[in-house]
Each structure stands twice: as structure tokens, then as C-alpha cells.
């Protein structure tokens, strides 16, 4: 979500005078909607020393069932409430419920934000 900063108007309806400009922090980018396919990566430089690995695509899920954790193939999204549009187009997000090979799950990281699918299966 692209940060557009407080809103220019006071609850009144009357303007509000910016204090300053927006500094580099504040700074919004597109969401990286990863997909299922082939691994690609980006590195984003963050705030401070940090940097984001963002998965703009991948097919490899670290699921967990009964406290251990292997690695899945992903197959395809099932569902995804974060957006109907987002199953069709088989985009993973938080929340969303893929298809690996060892069964369906439940993805429970943030792909755009670590750099990896982490799951857990579903009974």
C-alpha cells in the first residue's frame, strides 16, 4: 500500500498547511504480488542498515505439521481473502490457502516483505 500521507482537509472540511515535506521514509512503493512460479527475488534497501527481500515469485513452501517443518513444491493459490482476484491469478499473499505437494495450507508469512512462503497445513 502506497503511503499518501495525512489527509489535506481537518474533520471540519477547512485545508490543513503541510508542516513539511514527505521525507524518504515515508516513501510508498507497489505491492510485490508474488506469484507461483520460478523464484525471483528483489532487495530493497529499508530504513537504517536493513534491507527487504521481496519474492516477486515462487515455488517453494517451508510448511509445518506437528512440529516439524519440510519443504513443499506449491502447486497453486486455492483461496485468498485478501482479494478475489488474487486466487485466479494465482498470487500469494498472507492468509492465503496454496496447494503444495504435501496437501493444502495455510501461508503465515509475508512474501513481499521476507522473501518466503512459510505455511502451515490444514487437517
Known amino acids: 500500500m502506497k503511503d499518501q500521507g495525512r489527509s489535506a482537509r481537518k474533520r471540519t472540511g477547512g485545508r490543513l498547511k503541510h508542516a513539511s515535506n514527505?521525507?524518504?521514509h515515508q516513501l510508498g512503493r507497489e505491492p510485490a504480488e508474488t506469484t507461483v512460479g520460478e523464484t525471483r527475488l528483489q532487495y530493497i534497501d529499508?530504513?537504517?542498515t536493513?534491507?527487504?527481500v521481496r519474492?516477486?515469485?515462487?515455488n517453494v513452501a517451508q510448511v509445518?505439521?506437528?512440529g516439524e517443518v519440510s519443504e513443499a513444491e506449491i502447486e497453486n493459490v486455492?483461496?485468498?481473502?485478501a482479494n478475489v482476484n488474487y486466487a485466479r491469478r494465482n498470487i500469494v499473499t498472507k492468509?492465503?490457502?496454496i496447494e503444495t505437494s504435501a496437501g493444502r495450507a495455510r501461508v503465515t508469512s509475508r512474501p513481499g516483505q521476507t522473501g518466503q512462503v512459510?505455511?502451515?497445513l490444514l487437517d
Open 55 to 58: 519474492a516477486l515469485s515462487t
Open 78 to 81: 486455492v483461496d485468498n481473502p
Open 22 to 24: 514527505k521525507k524518504r
Open 46 to 48: 529499508s530504513r537504517g
Open 50 to 52: 536493513d534491507t527487504k
Open 118 to 120: 512459510s505455511a502451515v
Open 64 to 66: 509445518a505439521a506437528d
Open 95 to 97: 492468509g492465503a490457502i
